[in-house]
């Protein structure tokens, strides 16, 4: 009577299926049993300790890698890493994709900058902290100062990145970086290097009136500069999705 159960006793655990790896995984990146930066054990080693074969594993890391939880890194130090959910590609990869599929415009993506930068600016200017300060002001020289229009624009994307991360609001950090890498890939692949989108002096201005401590003029020069931006990427979008199309089908 009894040797059906002691039968069923003795069978192997089941292998996990591949949704099971990638929860798991996840669940230990959430549990921050694996930290941003941290390197995951290599794939041999994960796919003993899940009693799969390593083609498996591999299948489950190209999973959490495409949703922004995991890099690869090359090299001698190389390997799977940990990323950090608040400077994750995945965002701006949707955004880019919405975009091309026309169920999102340029339009939509700059409105919502009208709602978040200039309150950004505003609680930078209340909160941010003299070093903070300082590297804001090491990056506007940088922009300044650097040597081709592409150097400019990078730098320029970092110094609206760094104002959002100034203001102590990680939910705007996280949109304005996605937001301002989609913008950068904008001009990329627009590929006119020659063509500056920004007025001369108004991160010059909005660094003064931060660093001043003026939260209102902060506010209000940002909010000018956002819908003067919004009209200029506005005007290139049907050049940037006849692009993109035309890249899709080769």
Known sequence: MNQPTNTRKQLKP?????????????????????????????????????GVGRALVREALGVL???GYLEARRGSSGGTFVCNLLHSQGVTTLLADLIVMRSMTIKHLCDV?????PEAARMAALEASPSQLQQLGDLLYKGQSA??????????????????????????????RSMMEFLQQFLQVLDEPATYLHDKDI?????????????????????????????????????????QTTNLQK
């Not at 900058?113 to 930068?117: A, N, P, V």
């Not at 003026?214 to 500069?225: F, I, L, S, T, V």
């Open 203 to 243: 991160h010059g201005l909005l660094y003064d009136a931060i660093s001043s401590r003026d939260h209102q003029r902060a506010y209000e020069n940002m909010y000018a500069h956002v819908v003067i931006m919004k009209q200029r990427f506005c005007d290139l979008e049907k050049d940037f999705l006849n692009i």
């Open 147 to 176: 040597k081709t229009v592409r150097d400019r624009i990078n730098f320029d994307v970092e110094f609206h990145t760094q104002i959002c991360e100034l203001s102590g609001n990680p939910f705007f950090a996280l949109l304005m």
């Open 65 to 67: 890698k495409a949703q």
């Open 113 to 117: 900058r009208i709602l978040i930068e």
């Open 14 to 50: 089941t292998p996990p299926r591949f949704q099971e790896i990638v929860a798991r995984l996840k669940r230990d990146i959430l549990l921050q049993h694996y930290r941003p930066g941290d390197a995951l054990p290599k794939e041999e080693t994960l796919a003993k300790d899940f």
